[in-house]
């Protein structure tokens, strides 16, 4: 189902077509970007009174959150949010919120609800360690630890990999990881760091390499999942999970490679998670509706086929972080930075919200998972969280909580 795909260059990315377009796009300016956040802080503030003691699930219904208790692989999402919140805005409610919120994630770790898979960087690294690098929080500190610890549980020596779900002895995901554990790996090189302990990174470092070996196709796209054998460690087969067939390109799991091998190097300071990082950020921005939002997954280029503006979303992140490590000259650095703007612009200009009732959502048109029906033409949590943390990198010097 993949395209035939144009020859590649020298670094292995595709010809960038949107390029000469972008370069040539006006900036957006600071005045509608602080108006794009000051939407996003008002939505906030009005979700904060039923979303402190409880968390919004991860997607919409009609627009409106349901309300649930911290039991989902996404409640950091909505604990980041608040700590981004109080960065943007220097306001005590969202710090006072978010230290609430932290306290569940303790309970949650001490009680083992729901962690038995690798999802463990997505909620702690935006809630416990976030709370650890912004206000000194020794409890958050050690909560994210004990994190970490899980997540380690989950490394197949062999197979050189995290597994991402189930318990360890079901044979249905023995061997199986996913592209999206790049943005769980922080938490294990964040714990190497805090502990002195190089476990967690050589297993971190193992897993990078297996998934830039497998995951990623050598036309730059990606497999959503790959399994490996767990007893022998040789390669199996990639499937999809969210995405339209094994062989075409799920979005958001483009977008989780484009944001996550680059939020790696930051650790493991490696050229080629950069250089893979271009790629698989050429490839999908080759593949955009005129908009720039992209749909659900990269075989649609535009309609009749849903949008998914939470990819959208973790792209910008993604190709942000992508041109901060590109040498200045780097051909295609100037466009990727243009193209995260001009997301971002999109974004918060015709996929916002209104305000709604308590509980509404902030990006309109997001897709959580389609094979499924779960979740589409819906906001989805992640992608509120990646549009804010958008927001906040173009518009202050910030600190990755990853
Ligand atoms: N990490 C699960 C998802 O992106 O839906």
Redesign the pocket.
């Known amino acids: 189902m993949t395209q035939a795909s144009p020859p590649l260059s020298a670094a292995g990315r595709e010809p960038l077509r949107l390029g000469p377009a972008l370069r040539a796009r006006p900036p957006t300016g600071r005045d509608r970007l602080d108006a794009i956040l000051a939407a996003v802080l008002e939505r906030i503030d009005r979700n904060l009174a039923v979303f402190t003691d409880a968390f919004p699930a991860?997607s919409s219904v009609d627009g409106v959150y349901p309300a649930i208790d911290n039991s989902e692989?996404?409640n950091g999402f909505w604990t980041g949010m608040l700590w981004l919140a109080y960065e943007a805005s220097g306001q005590a409610r969202y710090r006072q919120a978010a230290e609430v919120q932290v306290k569940t994630f303790k309970r949650r770790i001490d009680d083992r609800i729901n962690v038995d898979h690798h999802?463990l960087g997505?909620l702690y690294s935006l809630s416990c360690v976030a709370a650890w690098k912004l206000i000194g929080d020794a409890c958050a500190r050690d909560t994210a630890l004990q994190a970490a610890d899980l997540l380690l549980e989950r490394y197949l020596p062999a197979a050189g990999i995290i597994q991402a779900w189930g318990d360890l002895s079901d044979p249905a995901q023995a061997g199986r990881m996913?592209i999206?554990c790049n943005?769980n790996l922080p938490l294990l090189y964040w714990a190497s760091q805090v502990t002195g302990d190089p476990d967690y990174a050589r297993a971190a470092d193992s897993h990078i390499a297996q998934a830039a070996r497998y995951i990623v196709r050598p036309d730059s796209s990606t497999f959503h999942t790959f399994f490996m054998d767990p007893v022998t460690g040789a390669p199996r087969e990639g499937k999809t999970h969210?995405g339209f067939s094994d062989d075409s390109c799920w979005t958001?799991?483009q977008a989780?490679g484009i944001s996550g091998f680059p939020l790696v190097h930051r650790y493991k300071a490696d050229p080629d998670l950069i250089a893979l990082s271009a790629r698989l950020a050429t490839y999908y921005l080759n593949r955009l509706p005129d908009d720039l939002v992209c749909c659900w997954d990269l075989v649609f280029t535009g309609p009749p086929h849903e949008r998914d503006s939470?990819a959208a979303a973790i792209a910008a992140c993604g190709l942000l972080e992508l041109a901060r490590a590109l040498p200045l000259l780097d051909p295609d650095r100037a466009a990727y930075e243009a193209a995260a703007l001009a997301t971002v612009e999109t974004l918060g200009t015709r996929y916002l919200l209104p305000l709604g009732e308590p509980g509404t959502g902030i990006l309109a048109h997001g897709v959580?998972?389609m094979p499924n029906r779960v979740g589409v033409d819906e906001a989805?949590l992640?992608g509120d969280y990646f549009f804010l943390e958008a927001l906040v990198r173009l518009t202050r010097a910030w600190e990755p909580y990853w």
């Open positions: 991860p692989w996404t999802d997505f996913i999206d943005l969210q958001r799991g989780w939470s959580y998972h989805c992640w």
